[in-house]
C-alpha cells in the first residue's frame, strides 16, 4: 500500500462549482501535511499547509482528520484557472521525509 | 526575484551516455532538494543537501546516480551511465531553513525533461 493516496480523476466540474479531494495517508506517526499546486508541464508550488484546526485561504479551505487518516481540499466557486493536478504531501513518519501523492487532475469547464 | 534556475530543460540522450543535471537555488536558500517525476511512480525525492552537506541519499536509484553541492548556489545530479529507464523529469528544490525536511517551503526549479533513447 502506498505511504500516500488520491484519486487521480480527473474531476470535471462547471465554472462556480464546489469541488473536494480526499488525500489519505498510512502513517499514524505522519505530523505535517500540504497540498501542492501543478500545472501541466510546470513545477510544483506551495498551495497551502493542513493544519490540526484546519485552515481556509480565500476559496480554499485545507482539513485534516487525523482519526481516519485524511486530509481534505475543498475549492469554492471553481474558476478556470483552477485547472490543475492537486499533489498531497505528508511528511513520512518513518523518515521525515516528504511523500507525494499521485495528485489529483481538476478540470474546471466554462 | 530569480527563482531556482535549472538547466538543461531538455535533454535527449542516448542510453550509455553520462548526463549532468545543473541547479542553482535561490540565494540564500540553505537546503537544497532533488526530486524525479514519472507517470508511473509520481514525485520521489532522490537526496537532499543542508549547508551543501547530503543529508539523505536514499532516495537515489542506484550507482548510477550521483550528486553534488560544491558550493551553496550549485549542485549537480549525474547519471552515468544513462538508461531509457532514467526518462523522467527531473525537479530541483531549494528552501530557506537548513532543518528536518519539510520544516519550510520549498520552491521548485522548472526541472530538466530527459529523455534517453
Known amino acids: 500500500r502506498k505511504e500516500v493516496e488520491q484519486d487521480p480523476g480527473p474531476f470535471n466540474v462547471p465554472e462556480g462549482a464546489t469541488v473536494a479531494f480526499n488525500c489519505t495517508y498510512s502513517?499514524?506517526?505522519?505530523?505535517?501535511f500540504f497540498w501542492y499546486r501543478q500545472d501541466c508541464r510546470k513545477e510544483p508550488k506551495l498551495l497551502m499547509s493542513?493544519?490540526?484546526s484546519g485552515n481556509e485561504d480565500g476559496r480554499f479551505t485545507a482539513q485534516l482528520n487525523r482519526a481516519s487518516q485524511y486530509i481534505s481540499l475543498l475549492i469554492r466557486d471553481s474558476k478556470l484557472s483552477d485547472s490543475a493536478t492537486y499533489l498531497c504531501?505528508?511528511?513520512?513518519?518513518?523518515?521525515?521525509?516528504?511523500?507525494f501523492g499521485q495528485g489529483t487532475t481538476l478540470q474546471v469547464k466554462p | 526575484d530569480a527563482g531556482v534556475i535549472q538547466s538543461p530543460r531538455h535533454e535527449v540522450t542516448e542510453m550509455g551516455q553520462e548526463v549532468t543535471l545543473r541547479c542553482k537555488p535561490i540565494?540564500?536558500?540553505?537546503?537544497l532538494f532533488w526530486y524525479r517525476q514519472t507517470m508511473m511512480r509520481g514525485l520521489e525525492l532522490l537526496i537532499y543537501?543542508?549547508?551543501?552537506?547530503?543529508?539523505?541519499d536514499s532516495g537515489m536509484p542506484e550507482d548510477r546516480f550521483s550528486a553534488k553541492m560544491p558550493n551553496a548556489s550549485f549542485s549537480t545530479l549525474k547519471i552515468q551511465p544513462s538508461e531509457p529507464r532514467d526518462s523522467a523529469v527531473y525537479f530541483c528544490a531549494s528552501s530557506l531553513v537548513a532543518g528536518p525536511i519539510g520544516t519550510d517551503t520549498q520552491y521548485f526549479g522548472p526541472g530538466t525533461r530527459l529523455t534517453v533513447l
Open positions: 540565494s540564500g536558500h540553505n537546503s
Open positions: 504531501v505528508v511528511i513520512s513518519g518513518n523518515t521525515g521525509k516528504l511523500i
Open positions: 493542513v493544519y490540526s
Open positions: 543537501f543542508n549547508n551543501n552537506v547530503p543529508i539523505d
Open positions: 502513517n499514524s506517526a505522519s505530523q505535517s
